[in-house]
């Protein structure tokens, strides 16, 4: 059974720095596209920051410069780093993983959520 489990998150000062860690697990032919979402109260979901097998990168305007994403294709794991941490920055944070296996063709998993809490 394939899943993501996140890692990371919690309580900082506007300013500073945070690292979210996702792993896939499971039996798992390939992983196209991997990023983060995240989901601030009462508000809609937004796409953070994605990433290709290959390495191509993109990120939402907010968080250019500030906001760096990373994956490691060999350990199944994709990664944000969070500097520069701002009071908007505040949000459940989903990582998701486009995976083929066994059970499905290529199909969108999502981690569990952890929240990012920046205090000002």
């Known amino acids: 059974q394939v899943q993501l489990v996140e890692s990371g998150g919690g309580l900082v000062q506007a300013g500073g720095s945070l690292r979210l860690s996702c792993a896939a697990s499971g039996i798992i032919f390939s992983i196209n596209d991997m990023g983060w979402y995240r989901q601030a109260p009462g508000k809609q979901r937004e796409l953070v920051a994605t990433?290709?097998?290959?390495?191509?990168?993109n990120y939402r305007d907010s968080v250019k410069g500030r906001f760096t994403i990373s994956r490691d294709n060999a350990k199944s794991t994709v990664a944000l780093q969070m500097n520069s941490l701002k009071p908007e920055d505040t949000a459940v944070y989903y990582c998701?993983?486009?995976?083929?296996?066994?059970?499905?063709?290529?199909?969108?998993?999502w981690g569990q959520g952890t929240q990012v809490t920046v205090s000002s």
């Open positions: 998701w993983a486009e995976i083929t296996s066994p059970r499905t063709s290529e199909y969108r998993y």
């Open positions: 990433i290709t097998r290959s390495g191509s990168i």
